[in-house]
């Protein structure tokens, strides 16, 4: 079981039957009555993102997740086409359920899937995948005094803010995390 202090980033727990993700966490302390805890959650079923309260010694279960690899398939309306590597079954899941995960969704490539009770519920990302930038502006010689950025478009359609320096072209290494530039490949 999970106590409110258990609920740092990431933390995959139980609550009102469903699975759901800690996206940020802030504990405060209360003098002599013990500390609160702040929390964004994502609902793993539905993709829903809400905060939350929680005080005093409040448990929580951990979700038992399995997660299964697959390959991404394409995206068609409001899901996402997966098949299972281990029996060739194809599957889909809502857009709605991804989130902002669907930005880095590249056709063929492995990904893990999360299943709650025996159903694929979302998918888990790499924290740095590779794609390469299609749109580009062009860098303006001069234009060099600090860090200065560009955005740019990768082969999903996503923007991702760069330096100058990268072209169209070229192969960068994004944090799927924030969608931040991490290097180039």
Do not use: W
Request: aromatic letters at 10%.
């Amino acid at each position: 079981m999970y106590s409110i202090t258990d609920l740092k980033t990431a933390t995959k727990f139980i609550l009102n039957g469903e699975p759901y993700q800690v996206l940020s966490y802030a504990q405060k302390k209360l003098g002599r009555g013990g500390s609160i805890v702040k929390v964004k959650v994502k609902n793993l079923i539905s993709g829903n993102v809400m905060d939350k309260t929680f005080q005093g010694n409040e448990k929580f279960e951990p979700a038992d997740l399995s997660r299964k690899k697959a390959q991404f398939l394409y995206l068609d309306g409001n899901s996402a086409f997966f098949m299972d590597l281990t029996n060739y079954e194809q599957f889909e899941i809502s857009l709605g359920q991804i989130g902002e995960a669907k930005k880095y969704l590249i056709e063929n490539a492995e990904i893990d899937i999360l299943h709650f009770n025996g159903e694929p519920i979302n998918i888990e990302l790499p924290i740095k995948l590779t794609f390469e930038v299609k749109e580009a502006p062009p860098s303006v010689k001069g234009n060099s005094q600090g860090s200065v950025n560009k955005s740019v478009k990768i082969e999903t359609g996503a923007t991702v803010d760069t330096p100058l320096f990268v072209n169209i072209g070229d192969k960068i290494v994004v944090d799927t995390r924030d969608g931040s530039y991490v290097e180039r490949a």
